[in-house]
């Protein structure tokens, strides 16, 4: 039998015998099933268990007026507490405010061995093919999508048909691949030449939105330095990620640590807007940072620009059980709304950790917060691990050695 026809309690025997697993290992995969084995079994090939992450949420999100808290996951704690840390920061000097592009997901279909008169042909027929593309897919017209560009691209020996897809409110892919190949299938039936592929394309260049923020010199200061100073320093930075490319990678990691968490959370695909992003940020040659700093009129401002693709239906998002929970707990609408809440997310968490460089480093939240994972790392349950974690961050010695020589002590070992 081959394994993707075993049920989950076969593949687990199977690994029990190829001693892959301990028979505790192997009760630890039964009892975690988190999600019910037919809808896990739905989403993944050899499914044997469901990998837990810490899900947690954001505070004082405040975007284009409205409050939000943002469910997150992710394992690392200083994520959530830095956005919910900014957006106060933000929510106090007035909130959040974004500008959405339009909602387009992009197909290529790509052709080979056309001659000249099947290129001329190709163009001829522009409106007719544009017509049976948005015929390929009746449900997406009846939702208000559908498609809204054609275009023919050379390159060489190959021509690209770039279709321009309204997807609404899903992310798209699977609407944007069938409406893709059926209509390869069209065009195929018109010339002699070969069809190579029909795909979406994930570049994102149709679903670009825009994050503002001011804030007010005083929610920047700290115990030994005024806001303004603080403001001049994040702008300072700003600049040296703009010719620095290996600060400007590190910068926009720590922006799409928010935004992935929150992808994670609402069953969105993180690893298409990871593509995304980074190749709109290589637009002009040179990869640059999502976000900017300036100052005026005696306040910090803040700018986001890049594409956030996703979807608020379909696939995962739908069928994830607290994917739907999270989409409740945000009162999302819309993509476009979920669109807004994201990039205010990762606006917040560059905030968050460029006052923190530009202050008093990185590594005093960051290893403060981590304290309570070292503890548990290092074998405290319960009340132990607060205890564990207030002498490590009294100590500043954040290794799991100190830490579990501080539970040894604390157990009269």
Not at 42 to 55: H, V
Not at 170 to 194: P, R
Not at 337 to 347: F, Y
Not at 375 to 395: C, M, R, Y
């Amino acid at each position: 039998m081959k394994i993707y026809e075993m049920t989950n309690e076969e593949r687990i025997k199977l690994l029990l015998d190829g001693g892959y697993l301990t028979a505790e290992q192997a009760e630890s995969l039964r009892s975690r099933q988190t999600i019910s084995t037919d809808l896990a079994n739905s989403l993944s090939e050899n499914q044997i268990g469901s990998f837990s992450l810490p899900y947690g949420f954001a505070t004082d999100f405040l975007v284009n007026g409205v409050d939000y808290l943002v469910p997150m996951v992710i394992e690392e704690p200083s994520v959530i507490a830095a956005a919910s840390n900014a957006a106060k920061r933000v929510k106090n000097s007035g909130g959040f405010k974004t500008f959405s592009s339009s909602k387009v997901v992009y197909g290529q279909i790509v052709l080979e061995n056309l001659s000249s008169a099947d290129i001329e042909l190709l163009e001829s027929k522009d409106s007719e093919i544009f017509e049976f593309a948005k015929e390929a897919h009746p449900s997406l017209i009846k939702r208000g999508g559908g498609i809204v560009s054609l275009k023919f691209n050379h390159y060489d020996k190959f021509l690209e048909l770039e279709l321009g897809i309204d997807t609404v409110d899903a992310m798209g892919a699977n609407m944007v691949n069938t409406i893709l190949e059926k209509t390869a299938h069209k065009v195929s039936e018109l010339v002699n030449g070969d069809v190579l592929c029909s795909i979406l394309s994930n570049s994102g260049l149709g679903q670009v939105v825009t994050v503002e923020a001011e804030i007010n010199f005083s929610q920047l200061a700290t115990k030994t330095m005024s806001g303004d100073e603080v403001a001049q320093r994040i702008v300072k930075l700003s600049k040296f990620s703009q010719v620095s490319v290996k600060r400007v990678v590190t910068h926009n990691k720590g922006i799409m640590n928010g935004i992935d968490a929150v992808y994670l959370a609402t069953g969105n695909d993180f690893r298409a807007e990871e593509a995304a992003a980074h190749s709109f940020a290589f637009e002009s040659g040179q990869y640059q940072p999502f976000s900017e700093w300036y100052i005026k009129d005696d306040k910090l401002i803040g700018t986001l620009k890049m594409p956030i693709e996703l979807g608020s239906v379909g696939g995962a998002i739908s069928a994830l059980p607290m994917a739907q929970l999270s989409l409740a707990i945000m009162k999302i609408k819309d993509s476009t709304q979920l669109q807004s809440v994201v990039g205010a997310v990762g606006l917040a968490n560059n905030l968050s950790a460029m006052r923190a460089l530009v202050t008093t480093g990185i590594q005093a939240g960051h290893m403060g917060l981590q304290s309570k994972s070292l503890a548990v790392s290092a074998g405290a349950t319960g009340k132990e691990i607060d205890q564990v974690a207030k002498i490590l961050n009294q100590t500043k010695n954040y290794t799991i050695k100190n830490a579990q020589n501080i539970l040894m002590q604390l157990r009269g070992k």
